[in-house]
């Protein structure tokens, strides 16, 4: 497979010699038969290669990589943080790493009384009734959400209810999320403030109204000053209120979304609670109620009874929205972190996250303007308009040259030309400080020497990329 045009780096297939082998299959312990030959590929022209290339050839492609783990990693919105390794060390306990989910309760009991401890803890720090530890991630979560949103005005008989309301700060996922249930959607306006447009949400509240989609902090990184009132807006006018929890990191132990009205929230665990992010490994975007919802969360959920603990279907449940329990070594992880930092720990992550972004935003606010002027949260949106000809995604490959990760770029849309930085709670002043100085080194050679930045990354192991024929013309396979 060609995994990358990496400069001068020869690919696996080129590599091959035949007659090679890296490995040695031990002799089956079960009978052997013939593959059906309508199952059986012919020509499957695998590389034949010695271990030693192989893990030469990997091992360096590993190192040409970005990771939170060598490089600070700002990406805005979806929160490239530290994963404590002591959380690895929990997980790969042989109790939790070789439980077969299909063993009794009696034989789980320490899995499911994990389960029902995170459940709690979660629950605590939103303020809710419930959570089900379902969802694998944080958009199968707002799904989740929905569809019990959708449950709850189906027994009431509002089924002229079909209206979700969506503020235009919102993420990509919400919409989707709606149309995948069934709901129609409308955008509600951000005002001067990147606050909700108050104005635009009363006149879009009506009889057909479903209910609102709300992230707080928002995708501006600002905090939704208006949501108790947003909340009492939407439940008056016989809606429900969703809560995007993709943002939590900024609020833990300082503010319960469940406290201000919202009706159901999911929770992002690699953003807030620690647990690894992208690679399309397993995730977890649990789901929180009130008292009014709960009884539809999606099941089963852990429940401790008398000395022991079982798995129960709510009584209003969805059903499963994932085989099994939910992805259970993420959810380890994130009650290792919860137990490692504890209520005041929790507090701290807020703090020191909405504190680095503040003093980042701080550092280059001069240079790249920020339209909204405002104190920020756990991130800030700036403007990559700092000179003529150069755009956003120009400075976003220049920053490679200089060691760093690109933040999000030209998301939220209402942003012009938009840097979207996360610096989280874990990064040092020492950093923060060489990535405001990179940021205004870019700056002066995009107004002195602009084609440094249109023909950047110079020194990275992959060149710049067209994304337009990537897209429409991918290469997904090796030909020789």
């Known amino acids: 497979m060609n995994t990358m045009n990496m400069r001068d780096e020869p690919l696996v297939y ?7 082998k890296g490995c040695s299959l031990p002799k089956p312990d079960v009978p052997e038969y013939a593959v059906p030959e309508d199952l059986a590929r012919e020509g499957l022209d695998l590389p034949e290669l010695d271990e030693l290339t192989v893990v030469r050839h990997f091992t360096r492609l590993s190192q040409k990589n970005f990771s939170i783990d060598t490089e600070f990693y700002p990406l805005g919105s979806c929160t490239m943080k530290y994963n404590p390794k002591v959380n690895e060390v929990a997980a790969s306990n042989p109790g939790w790493r070789n ?3 299909l063993v009794g309760d009696e034989y789980a009991q320490g899995a499911l009384e994990l389960m029902w401890r995170l459940q709690e803890g979660l629950r605590e720090v939103g303020g809710f009734a419930a959570v089900s530890l379902q969802p694998a991630a944080g958009a199968h979560g707002e799904l989740s959400g929905v569809l019990m949103i959708r449950a709850a005005l189906r027994e009431r008989g509002a089924h002229a209810r079909k209206k979700m309301l969506i503020p235009d700060s919102a993420h990509g996922t919400n919409p989707a999320s709606c149309t995948m249930a069934g709901f129609v959607t409308q955008t509600i306006p951000s005002g001067p403030d990147g606050n909700i447009d108050m104005a635009a949400l009363r006149a879009a509240l009506d009889e057909t109204v479903a209910g609102i989609m709300i992230t707080n902090p928002n995708t501006l990184g600002l905090f939704e000053r208006n ?7 939407v439940h008056e006018a016989g809606g429900y209120v969703y809560g995007d929890g993709a943002n939590m990191n900024a609020l833990t132990g300082i503010f319960k ?14 953003k807030t609670f620690s647990t ?11 789901v929180a109620a009130n008292k009014t919802l709960a009884p539809y969360l999606p099941g089963p959920v852990a429940v401790k009874n008398g000395d022991g603990y079982t798995l129960e279907m709510p009584p209003k449940s969805i059903g499963r929205v994932k085989a099994f329990h939910g992805n259970f070594g ?10 490692m930092t504890g209520a005041n720990g929790l507090r701290r992550v807020a703090e020191n996250a909405v504190l680095n972004a503040n003093y980042l935003k701080s550092l280059v606010e001069d240079v790249y303007p920020v339209p909204y002027k405002r104190n920020c949260m756990h991130e800030f949106v700036a403007k990559g308009t700092i000179a003529d000809g150069v755009h956003t995604l120009d400075i976003a490959k220049r920053l490679i040259d200089y060691g760093f990760h690109p933040p999000t770029i030209y998301f939220p849309l209402i942003v012009q030309e938009a840097l979207m930085i996360e610096p989280t709670e874990t990064e040092s002043k020492e950093t923060l400080d060489l990535y405001a100085d990179a940021l205004k080194k870019i700056a002066m050679e995009a107004v002195a020497q602009p084609e440094l930045l249109h023909d950047a990354p110079h020194n990275a192991p992959v060149a710049r990329l067209d994304e337009v024929m990537a897209a429409r013309r991918p290469i997904l396979c090796y030909r020789g």
């Open 14 to 20: 080129e590599l091959s010699r035949a007659g090679r």
């Open 99 to 101: 439980l077969h989910p």
């Open 227 to 233: 949501i108790e009132e947003i909340c009492r807006l």
């Open 257 to 270: 979304p469940g406290n201000s009205g919202i009706d159901v929230m999911h929770f992002n665990l690699h």
């Open 276 to 286: 690894p992010h992208g690679g399309g490994g397993p995730g977890a975007g649990m």
């Open 330 to 339: 993420v959810l380890v992880r994130a009650y290792s972190y919860l137990l």
